[in-house]
């Protein structure tokens, strides 16, 4: 749901729009300037982009921080919008985008200097439905030290949708920012972000490796991912454990897609896996419950009662203790969760 509030400074209309850039903005006061700064060091001229910010009801002084950029530039539009979560934030963006191609950058996260043009020039010159880039993981303090980045030799290479999901696609990286997007995919294929769910970039991504027919896989690195400031007070809960089922759930009934290659439905199997592994080690951190453990258990069965593991030794005895004794499969996971390291929630 947009507010009546929105803010559209564009003013000359004239122009072909090329690349909308769409930035989600709740509770970033501390990082969202550099990522609105990152966005116009891209040696870009502003008529051939737009910038869609997507104020997400912030409790904070994001908006108020970049005052000073809106002013500067006349590609910027605002939407103003109550809390609706991430995911809401993205649709609202990709509905009013007029680019032929969006790019979707957290906001906590950068745009490397001078690394957007030439992705774009690709995507327009070969109209592919997705071109994957690099990125780069770094902490507050070496972002600081950041200078030049000094690119690799540029490499384009043109693969199907499938070829990317087998070769390119790691359930545990479905960051959706590394990725330029052609519109009009997004649209013929209705695809969308579940609405008000964490980690909802994992069945989008999936899905559009999945529909795509045309793909880039560039070597250039575009991103900065800003890791490790996640509050160390955050924990996992009933309604982060049910996030996690929805998007287990989401991933789970793409095997449904008509066509998929044994290859394409074996990963998607071990896809799912992971984020079900995922699901129970948060659990083994952040539910000391019993109780609530079982409710997960038992929502994890009433949403995806078809689920099953069966690729290798490993998923069909964790697959049949689960199903036949999760009580005896969550103790002996407790029994070993002294060999594991702390995992980060963010």
């Not at 921080?65 to 809390?83: L, Y």
């Not at 996992?236 to 793409?254: C, E, M, Q, R, S």
């Not at 984020?275 to 080690?281: D, G, P």
Request: proline residues 3%; glycine residues 4%.
């Amino acid at each position: 749901m947009v507010s009546d509030t929105t803010l559209n400074t564009m003013k000359d209309s004239d122009h072909s729009c090329q690349l909308s850039i769409i930035v989600p903005v709740y509770n970033v006061e501390k990082y969202i300037h550099a990522c609105m700064e990152s966005i116009f060091r891209q040696g870009m001229d502003d008529k051939v982009f737009e910038v869609i910010i997507v104020n997400d009801g912030t409790q904070d002084r994001s908006m108020e921080v970049i005052q000073d950029i809106i002013s500067q530039h006349d590609n910027i539009t605002v939407i103003n919008q109550e809390n609706l979560s991430l995911s809401v934030a993205r649709n609202n963006g990709i509905a009013v985008a007029k680019g032929e191609y969006i790019l979707m950058p957290d906001s906590d996260d950068l745009l490397i200097d001078n690394s957007l043009s030439i992705l774009l020039e690709k995507a327009l010159e070969s109209k592919a439905d997705l071109v994957v880039a690099d990125f780069l993981e770094m902490t507050d303090e070496e972002i600081k030290r950041l200078d030049n980045v000094a690119q690799k030799y540029l490499k384009v290479k043109e693969k199907t949708g499938e070829q990317m999901f087998l070769e390119d696609l790691n359930p545990r990286q479905c960051y959706v920012w590394r990725t330029l997007y052609r519109k009009a995919f997004i649209q013929e294929n209705n695809l969308t972000f579940i609405p008000g769910v964490r980690y909802q970039d994992v069945p989008f991504t999936h899905e559009c490796y999945l529909r795509a027919k045309k793909c880039l896989r560039v070597s250039r690195l575009l991103n900065v991912y800003r890791k490790g400031h996640a509050s160390a007070t955050y924990s996992f809960n009933k309604k982060k454990a049910h996030d996690l089922i929805t998007v287990i759930a989401g991933t789970w009934k793409l095997r449904k897609i008509e066509g998929l290659s044994p290859a394409v439905l074996l990963k998607l199997e071990d896809d799912v896996f992971t984020s079900f592994s995922l699901l129970i080690y948060f659990m083994l951190y952040g539910m000391k419950d019993a109780k609530e453990r079982q409710e997960v258990f038992q929502g994890l069965n009433n949403t995806v009662p078809d689920l099953n593991f069966s690729n290798g030794r490993k998923q069909k005895m964790t697959w049949f203790l689960y199903k036949h004794s999760p009580k005896l499969y969550f103790a002996l996971r407790l029994f070993i969760k002294s060999w594991t390291p702390k995992p980060n929630f963010e």
